[in-house]
T-cell receptor, first 117, second 116 residues
């Protein structure tokens, strides 16, 4: 597609429920990133995919968080047994190559606003 | 550890006045530096980036930033602010992830308000 697409745009869920957030990166982009943005805060790095592999999961806040990517395309971020502190905007970004080359930029989606009640 | 500090949480500038948003980074190697803008209800948009070469970088919407290695800074400037510039501004550094790639590490952001 023309840009990074995330769905749903808004999600309200009850505490203790599981949620799945979806990211469709720009076609052909090999690198994909998930970030969390709490109200009034900066962007917190969660996880990075290169192709379908996630070489760095160190940013995931707890074992309730997991992510996968298939077909070097769509990625899903799953939060199990949601807690109120999980309420945030979850942003996905993609880039045509890993940022270490310094030759590209990350393109961001509009985010999914998650509210846990 | 890599980190980015934006000392100013909120800045108000009169329309037509000049603007400078501060950014300091901590990174052991040569940094890749970025400024993003986030308008209400919008996604993050890249304003400019620094990888190497000329330390004064020009971006979109009339913004520029200057990389100063000695001060570990990458401040964003604009000579004349427009009301449409009101938004949240994020500075970021491209940081290596355990030899497995690079991700952007963001500051907490500066909210810019523009008064008439």
């Amino acid at each position: 597609g023309a840009g990074v697409s995330q769905s749903p745009s808004n999600k309200v869920t009850e505490k203790g429920k599981d949620v799945e957030l979806r990211c469709d990166p720009i076609s052909g982009h090999t690198a994909l990133y998930w970030y969390r943005q709490r109200l009034g805060q900066g962007l917190e790095f969660l996880i990075y995919f290169q192709g379908n592999s996630a070489p760095d999961k160190s940013g995931l806040p707890s074992d309730r968080f997991s992510a996968e990517r298939t077909g070097e395309s769509v990625s899903t971020l799953t939060i199990q047994r949601t807690q109120q502190e999980d309420s945030a905007v979850y942003l996905c970004a993609s880039s045509s190559q890993p940022l270490r080359t310094g030759l590209t930029e990350a393109f961001f989606g509009q985010g999914t606003r998650l509210t846990v009640v | 550890a890599q980190s980015v500090t934006q000392p100013d949480i909120h800045i108000t500038v009169s329309e037509g006045a000049s603007l400078e948003l501060r950014c300091n980074y901590s990174y052991g190697a040569t940094p890749y530096l970025f400024w993003y803008v986030q308008s209400p209800g919008q996604g993050l948009q890249l304003l400019l980036k620094y990888f190497s070469g000329d330390t004064l970088v020009q971006g979109i919407k009339g913004f520029e930033a200057e990389f100063k290695r000695s001060q570990s800074s990458f401040n964003l400037r604009k000579p004349s602010v427009h009301w449409s510039d009101a938004a949240e501004y994020f500075c970021a550094v491209g940081a290596r992830l355990n030899q497995a790639g690079t991700a952007l590490i963001f500051g907490k952001g500066t909210t810019l308000s523009v008064s008439s």
